[in-house]
């Protein structure tokens, strides 16, 4: 009798062993910690409701250039920022924040809309493909000049608040050329 409850409480351990799986912490997403090209896209004051001018910022990692009509050619990652808000036609100096107002150095957070992002995002490109796209929900970044530093913030795949701070060094490029 002791041997079948003994038997009984083996099979039984040895179940529940099985039944756990090993759980392994989801890897965090690496992205570039420095741009190596940055176009600065002039969109002047595009919006009637809003008296700021709007650029937007397009980076991109080694591995990625444009072509003349601005497609994306090889494999990296491409950081953007859609609608910032600045005083003038340009970016000036300054610090910026992600804020949905409009205000005269912020600019749009990121979002999902419909299955597509918007405001502040970052693409995977592996040759010339976008293979993922990360939308950062919040941050800031500060110009100054002839550089960017950025302190963005995204939730992982498993809800967790991560920080991202990338950088650029080096002259934005004006798109369109004047």
Same mark, same amino acid.
């Given at each position: ?5 003994y ?20 890897p ?5 910690s ?20 709007v ?10 250039t444009?072509?003349?009509d ?11 920022? %859609?609608? /910032?808000?600045?005083? @003038? =036609? *340009?970016l000036?100096?300054?610090? #910026? ?11 749009l ?29 919040s941050? %800031?970044f /500060?110009?100054?000049? @002839? =550089? *960017?530093?950025?302190?963005?913030? #995204?939730?992982?795949a ?11 060094e080096?002259?934005l ?6």
């Amino acid at each position: 009798m002791k041997t079948a409850h003994y038997l009984l409480a083996l099979i039984a351990g040895a179940l529940v062993l099985n039944g756990c799986k090993r759980t392994e912490p989801t890897p965090r997403q690496i992205f570039p910690s420095d741009y190596t090209l940055a176009y600065e896209e002039i969109y002047g004051h595009c919006y009637d409701s809003i008296a700021q001018a709007v650029v937007a910022l397009d980076l991109y990692s080694e591995g990625i250039t444009l072509s003349k009509d601005h497609t994306i050619q090889g494999t990296g990652y491409n950081l953007y920022l %859609s609608d /910032v808000f600045v005083p @003038d =036609s *340009l970016l000036e100096e300054g610090t #910026y924040h992600s804020a949905s107002t409009g205000e005269p150095f912020t600019f749009l957070p990121g979002q999902d809309f419909e299955g597509y992002p918007n405001g502040m995002y970052i693409l995977h490109i592996e040759n010339n493909l976008v293979t993922s796209i990360q939308v950062l929900d919040s941050g %800031s970044f /500060v110009y100054s000049g @002839d =550089s *960017l530093r950025f302190t963005l913030y #995204y939730r992982n795949a498993e809800g967790i608040t991560q920080t991202y701070q990338p950088r650029f060094e080096g002259t934005l490029i004006p798109w369109p050329k004047h």
